[in-house]
Nanobody, 122 residues
């Protein structure tokens, strides 16, 4: 599975952005999607996850109520709608897919995109 993320950029505090991540290749391996992020000087952390069927979603406490993960299985694409962005959201955002199912654990994800930078100015 190859993942291509897009939609990153510079946004002002309280602004919005939508990230996309398109999958290609052996997409039948995908049982769940995930978004993770890594801020400068910090470890990569979980942001949001979505089961393939769209029934289950997980969010980190830091983004719950502001971010929404969704997908369009017809085009093998997952989205992360980010509202009310804060400077603390500044990070490189990675999409990932899991063969085993929805999870907050990075080691449950098999394929990773290249990352896209989000910078939130104060």
């Amino acid at each position: 599975v190859q993942l291509q993320a897009s939609g990153g950029g510079l946004v002002q505090h309280w602004g919005s952005l939508r990230l996309s991540c398109a999958a290609s290749g052996r997409t039948f391996y995908i049982n769940a999607w995930g978004w993770f992020r890594q801020a400068p000087g910090k470890e990569r952390e979980f942001v949001a996850a979505l089961s393939w069927g769209g029934v289950s979603t997980y969010y980190s406490d830091s983004v719950k109520g502001r971010f929404t993960i969704s997908r369009d299985n017809a085009i093998n694409t997952v989205y992360l709608q980010m509202n009310s962005l804060k400077p603390d959201d500044t990070a490189v955002y990675y999409c990932a897919t899991s063969r085993t199912g929805i999870s907050r654990r990075q080691d449950e994800y098999d394929y990773w995109g290249q990352g896209t930078q989000i910078t939130v100015s104060s």
